[in-house]
C-alpha cells in the first residue's frame, strides 16, 4: 500500500518535475555552460574561455551602471508601488458597495500588455506630446520627461507602480478584510484618532499582507525591462539602462551571448542576495509588532 502511495505520488508530481526539469534546470545548466564561453548565437565555432566573461563583468564600469541604476529602480519604485496600492486598498474597502467593481477597474491595468501600455505613455509624454506641448504653450516649460535622467527614471517607476497598484491592492484589500473591527470600535472608545488608528492599527494588522506586497514589488524591481525597452532604450545616458537591459543589449545587439549569461548568472545571485537582506529587515521590523 506504501508503494502504492508513492507511485501515485510522483505521478501527480511528475508534471511539475517535467516542467521545472526543461523550464528551469536545463536553461540554468545551459546558462552556466554559455557564460564559460565566447559563442555569439550565431557562429558554430565556440571557444572555452573559462571566467574570462565574469572577470571582464565586474571590471566594466557600464556594468557597474546597470546595477546602480536597478538599485535606483528599487528605491523609487517600491515605495510608490506600496503608497499607491495602500490608497487603492484603503478607498477601496471604505465603498458602501461595488467594492468588486472598483477592485477590478484598479486590478485591469495589471492584466494590460506592457508594451501596449508603454507604448500610450511614449505617446503621452514624449517631448512633442500633448502634455509636453501644453505646458509649453501654457507656461513656457520646456520639458523632456524621457529625455531627463531623473524624470525618466520616475516615469518608468510611476508607470510600473501604477501598473501594479491594483495588483498589490487588492491583496492588500484581503488583509484590511481581516482585521476585527472590533479592535478599531475599542481605539475610538479610547479616543485615538484617525492618523494614529490607522499608524498603530491598521499597519501592524497589516503586516502579512504588506509583507507579500513588499517582496513582490522588490523582485519586480530586479526584473524591469518591457518598459524601459519601449520608452528609453536605456537611455538618456545609461540613466534607466537596468541589468535585464544590458543583458539584451550584450546578447542580442552585440552578440556577445556568452558575456550575457555571464552577467546573468551575476545579475541573479545578487538579486537572490538582495531580497533574502531585505526580507530579513522586513522580517525584523515584523517581529517589533509581534508577528513571527
Not at 199 to 225: E, N, Q, R
Request: aromatic residues 16%; glycine residues 8%; positive net charge.
Amino acid at each position: 500500500m506504501k508503494r502504492r502511495n508513492n507511485k501515485l505520488g510522483w505521478l501527480f508530481t511528475s508534471p511539475y518535475l517535467i516542467f521545472t526539469t526543461i523550464f528551469f534546470l536545463l536553461p540554468l545548466f545551459w546558462s552556466f555552460w554559455l557564460a564559460l564561453t565566447n559563442w555569439n548565437l550565431i557562429s558554430p565555432e565556440i571557444k572555452f574561455v573559462g571566467l574570462e566573461n565574469f572577470i571582464v563583468s565586474f571590471k566594466n564600469a557600464k556594468i557597474h551602471q546597470a546595477f546602480f541604476v536597478t538599485y535606483k529602480f528599487l528605491i523609487v519604485f517600491v515605495p510608490l508601488a506600496l503608497i499607491l496600492s495602500m490608497l487603492v486598498a484603503v478607498l477601496v474597502n471604505r465603498l458602501p458597495k461595488f467594492k468588486g467593481v472598483f477592485l477590478v477597474a484598479f486590478f485591469l491595468p495589471y492584466l494590460s500588455s506592457g508594451v501596449v501600455t508603454s507604448l500610450i505613455v511614449k505617446g503621452i509624454l514624449s517631448y512633442n506630446g500633448p502634455i509636453s506641448t501644453w505646458l509649453r504653450n501654457s507656461f513656457g516649460w520646456d520639458v523632456d520627461w524621457l529625455g531627463s535622467p531623473t524624470a525618466a527614471l520616475i516615469v518608468v517607476s510611476v508607470m510600473i507602480a501604477w501598473k501594479m497598484s491594483g495588483y498589490y491592492g487588492l491583496i492588500l484589500v484581503s488583509g484590511l478584510n481581516s482585521i476585527n473591527t472590533e479592535i478599531y470600535e475599542a481605539a475610538a472608545l479610547d479616543g485615538v484618532n484617525g492618523w494614529q488608528r490607522f499608524w498603530k492599527i491598521t499597519v501592524p494588522m497589516l503586516y502579512p499582507s504588506l509583507y507579500t506586497v513588499l517582496i513582490l514589488a522588490i523582485g519586480v524591481s530586479f526584473g524591469i525591462f518591457t518598459e524601459v525597452y519601449q520608452l528609453t532604450g536605456g537611455g538618456p545616458n545609461g540613466a534607466t539602462n537596468t541589468w535585464q537591459m544590458e543583458i539584451y543589449n550584450q546578447a542580442f545587439v552585440n552578440l556577445k551571448s556568452g558575456y550575457a549569461s555571464a552577467i546573468a548568472l551575476i545579475a541573479a545571485v545578487v538579486t537572490f542576495l538582495s531580497i533574502g537582506v531585505l526580507r530579513n529587515l522586513i522580517e525584523k521590523w515584523g517581529k517589533h509588532y509581534g508577528w513571527n
